[in-house]
């Protein structure tokens, strides 16, 4: 932990630890805790209380009590789980739980936030993509640095193993008496993780018992070779006569590329401009229809929707700009 706070490219005075009252997370926090005391820096816990199980009043008095072991301050958020958007519990409680520890880091005054994430987590992220038909960034998994709702946060723990963090548990309760959480859902298969867990995972290390580990670097070897692709991506669309503010680019440039580069850039494009990755038929008729077009563009306009974005073809210029709202 304390190599992946040094090698940050400013050392921070203060940061947070995300804490369920899980065994991970509290483990982080006794080790950042420590950490912290070496390098001068202060650190805040922060919890989220989903209220989607009845113990859960219980396990943030179990984070209270964790973080006056310690002599940690501790900023609790309780939310609200919205379920009515198709995303799913799973997803609904991720995107809630970012949200509140955004809003807690804010009113601590921190910028960085350390997460549990460990190398079997890693490991079931990678295969629960390749399952859903993830592409190559996707296969990176859980990076170690990520930015989101204008925070930092660190997985410092991505190549440690769960069963040495469970061993420290153990020794802490013993020395403290304090015990980890357990929450249910980590091991009801109706939930998507946890069915690979429970389920696939037992006959993986029966035949692969070094798995976790296989996979876990095979998602370092995905990031890597994402980090190439997208030097070659900003490469070529510089050479595609971006618009200013990179809204656009000349088709006859593009077609001139490859057809696996012509994809690559133009996923490239459309991240870049905030779009939604189009699913593959969608990805594949809008090439269709660029690659169909008189290179300058003349023959016909161009029009596809694309999930709040218009996708648009204009005098040898392919143009990308947000959706207008209807009229009412």
């Known amino acids: 932990m304390r190599r992946a706070l040094q090698t940050l490219p400013q050392a921070p005075g203060r940061f947070a630890v995300a804490v369920s009252g899980g065994a991970d997370s509290a483990m982080l926090a006794l080790h950042a805790a420590a950490v912290a005391r070496e390098l001068g820096a202060g650190v805040v816990l922060l919890h989220v209380h989903h209220g989607l199980q009845d113990a859960a009043d219980g396990w943030s008095e179990q984070v209270a009590a964790l973080a006056d072991l310690l002599g940690l301050p501790l900023r609790q958020a309780r939310v609200a789980v919205a379920t009515a958007g198709g995303k799913g519990v799973e997803a609904a409680a991720r995107d809630a739980r970012y949200a509140a520890l955004a809003r807690l880091a804010h009113e601590a005054g921190v910028g960085l936030i350390l997460l549990a994430h460990h190398r079997n987590d890693q490991a079931e992220t990678v295969l629960l993509r390749l399952l859903r038909g993830t ?43 304090w015990h980890a959480v357990q929450d249910p859902t980590n091991a009801d298969p109706r939930y998507t993780r946890a069915a690979l867990r429970e389920l696939l ?28 692709l997208d030097e070659v991506a900003r490469a ?47 990805m594949n008729d809008l090439l269709r229809q660029l690659r169909g077009l008189h290179s300058l563009g003349h023959d016909r306009q161009l029009r596809v929707e694309q999930a709040g974005h218009v996708i648009r073809c204009h005098r040898g210029r392919v143009w990308i700009e947000p959706r207008p709202a209807p009229l009412r």
């Open 135 to 177: 592409g190559l960034t996707g296969m990176a998994a859980m990076a170690p640095l990520t930015a989101r709702d204008g925070l930092a946060y660190l997985r410092p723990w991505l190549d440690q193993d769960r069963d040495a963090i469970l061993q420290a548990a153990r020794r802490f309760a013993d020395a403290t008496g």
């Open 201 to 228: 995972a037992p006959v993986l290390d029966a035949r692969w018992p070094g798995w976790r580990a296989i996979v876990a670097r095979h998602a370092r070897h995905m990031a890597e070779a994402g980090e190439i």
């Open 236 to 282: 070529d669309l510089a050479g595609l006569a971006p618009g200013a503010d990179g809204a656009s680019f000349a088709l006859a440039a593009w077609r001139a590329l490859s057809p696996a580069r012509q994809v690559h850039v133009l996923r490239h494009w459309l991240q870049r401009n905030g779009a939604r990755m189009p699913t593959e038929a969608r």
